[in-house]
C-alpha cells in the first residue's frame, strides 16, 4: 500500500522542505511555502520499468526531418523558427491582459481554415467567452474545438477522442492532476501536469501551446520548473499604455534565440509589423537635445530604436534620480561612472532619465555608445545629427568596443536614409563592412566619439 507523505514546496522557486518555515532559505520568499501531499511506494525496492532502447553510437540515430505548421502570422512564425514543429511543446508567457490569448486564438483560427484540427481547452474562460473574442479575431471555423476542463486525465481523454493536429491550453495554472491533491497553480501541480503533457505530446507528434502568466517579479507562475521540460519559451513584452508588443524568444531547441517579433494591438486582434524600425522612428523629435540612434541585432533582425536621455538639476541635495526604462539601469549607472571618470563630467547632482522610445526593452551592450552619448547630448543641451547612428559597447576605461555583425547593421541604417555611422576603431580591419551610401567614422573612446558629434 502506498504511503502518503506531507511536504512544504516554496511557490517562488520550487524549494522542498518537511516542515513550514516562514521564509525560504533559497529565494528568501516570505510567506511562500504551500503544503502538498505526495504517495510514495510501499517498498523501497519498487521500480518504474522503462520501455527505453539502448544505447547506440549517435552516428547510428536516425535523423527526422522537421516538420513545422506555420501559424500564419509571420512574426510568430519568425520567433519559433519557422513554424510549430510536430511533437513540440510551446510555453507562453505574460502579463496578464498583453494579449497571449488573443494571439494563440488568432493563429489557431488560421490553421483551422487550412483544414488542420485544433483543440482549444481553456481553464479560465467558457465556450461562449471563446466565441466572442474569435468571431472579433475573425478565427470562426468547424475545425476548432472548444473545450472547458481543468483536469489534465479529462483533456487526455479527449485528445484520444479528437484526435487534433494542435493542442492548446490556457492557462497551465488553472488545471490539475488527480495523483497530487494539492491546489491547482501550486508548483507541484504545474509541474506535474506540464510533464503529464510532454509524455503524452511526445508519442502523438502533436505539437501544444501552453499559456502561463508571469507574476509580480516577471518569471512564470509556477515558476522556473516549467522551462527545462518545454521546447520552447517565448514572452510576450510591452506596456500597457503601449499599443506595440513585442514577442521574445528565450529557448528554443528547433530555432534561435533571442528572437523577436513586434506587434501592433489593433481592434481585430495583433497585427504583425514588418519594420518594426520605421515604426520606432515615426515619432522621432527634430533638433531636439537627448535623442540617439542605435542599431540593434535581435536575433536574427536589425533593428533601429531611438534612445532617449534627459538631464537635470537634482532638486534633492546628495540623492539625484537615475531612472531607466527599457534599458538595464545597472547598466546606465556604470556607463555614467564611466563618463565622470574617463571624461570629467560633472553628473553627480544630476537626475538622469534613459528612456528606449516604443515601450521595447534591449539589454544589448551594442546601445552603451548611444546612451553615453544621449546622456551627453542632454547635459550639454547640444542636439545630435539626425542622420547619425552611433555602434559600439562602452568599457570601463572609456575605449569603445566591437559589436557583432556590423555590416547587418550598416545595411539597415543605410536603407532608412541615415548618413552617417559612428563605429569602433577595431572594426577599420574588417574586410566585409561596406561603406558604400554612409560616412563611417571609427573611434576608439568615448573622447574621440563625442570630438566628431559635438
Partial sequence: MAKTRTIFICQECGHQVPKWLGKCPECNSWNSFAEERQNQPSTS??????????????????????????????????????????????????????????????????????????LYVSGEESGSQIKLRADRLDALSDNLLICSEICVEGIIQWIDKTRPDVLVLDSVQTFFTQDLQSAPGSIGQVREVAFKIFQEIKGRNLPTLLIG???????????????????????????????????????????PTPE?????????????????????LAERPENSSGSAIVATLEGSRTLLVEVQALVSTSSSIGMPRRMATGFDHNRMSLLIAIMEKRLGMNLQGEDIFVNLAGGIKITEPALDLGVATAIASSFQNRPIDPELVLLGEVGLTGEVRTVMQLDARLIEARRLGFKRCIVPYSAKKSKNLSSDGIDIGFAKNLSEVFEQIF
Wanted: no cysteine.
Fill in 213 to 255: 502568466h508571469i507574476n509580480k517579479d516577471g518569471a512564470i507562475a509556477g515558476p522556473k520548473s516549467l522551462e527545462h521540460i518545454v521546447d520552447t519559451v517565448v514572452y510576450f513584452e510591452g506596456e500597457q499604455g503601449h499599443a506595440y508588443r513585442a514577442l521574445r524568444a528565450i529557448k528554443n531547441r528547433f530555432g
Fill in 45 to 118: 525496492k519498487s521500480r518504474h520499468k522503462s520501455n527505453s532502447s539502448a544505447p547506440s553510437p549517435i552516428t547510428q540515430v536516425q535523423s527526422v526531418q522537421e516538420n513545422r505548421l506555420t501559424t500564419g502570422i509571420g512574426e510568430f512564425d519568425r520567433v519559433l523558427g519557422g513554424g510549430m514543429v510536430e511533437g513540440s511543446l510551446i510555453l507562453i508567457g505574460g502579463e496578464p491582459g498583453i494579449g497571449k490569448s488573443t494571439l494563440v486564438l488568432q493563429s489557431m483560427g488560421h490553421l483551422a481554415k487550412l483544414g488542420k484540427k485544433v
Fill in 260 to 280: 523577436i517579433g513586434v506587434f501592433q494591438m489593433a481592434p481585430t486582434g495583433l497585427v504583425p509589423v514588418e519594420n518594426p524600425s520605421e515604426l520606432f
